[in-house]
């Protein structure tokens, strides 16, 4: 659903926020996970996704993002809880990194479209 939200934009959009998001979520794992663990899986990606659905009404201040943003917050607040340490063998680095590579998309691909 949050990929489908991002591919409203458009593909060259969808690619562009896609590809932040894993290699946001890639390094930060490489950087910071412990050594000799295995890291499988595109849930960095999935919180992209979220980041940049979240924040780009504040860079667009587009009123159909903003309410998005505040809806995807009040149905999918919890996800954020994914973003701090806890379960064991869930890669939090993961989603971390994929969160900032979002937010770094919303904020490179979405600044030119101010209307303010």
């Known amino acids: ?7 409203l934009e ?3 959009r969808w ?3 896609t590809m932040m998001s894993t290699l946001g979520s ?8 412990a050594p000799n ?3 499988v899986g595109a849930s960095g990606v ?3 996704y979220l980041a940049y659905v979240s924040a780009r009404g504040f860079f667009t201040r587009n009123p159909t993002h903003i309410a ?3 809806g995807l917050f009040f149905f999918a607040g919890s996800m954020w809880l994914g973003l701090l340490p806890g379960a064991s ?3 939090w680095q993961g989603h971390l990194g994929g969160a900032l590579g979002g937010l770094l998309a919303a904020r490179m691909l979405t600044s030119s479209h101010r209307t303010w």
Do not use: D, K
Not at 1 to 7: A, K, Q, R
Not at 26 to 33: A, E, I, K
């Open 46 to 48: 999935v919180f992209g």
């Open 68 to 70: 998005v943003g505040v």
């Open 15 to 17: 690619f562009n926020v």
């Open 1 to 7: 659903m949050l990929g489908f939200l991002v591919l």
């Open 89 to 91: 063998g869930v890669s």
């Open 26 to 33: 890639g390094l930060t794992v490489w950087l910071f996970s």
């Open 37 to 39: 663990t295995l890291t």
């Open 10 to 12: 458009g593909m060259i």
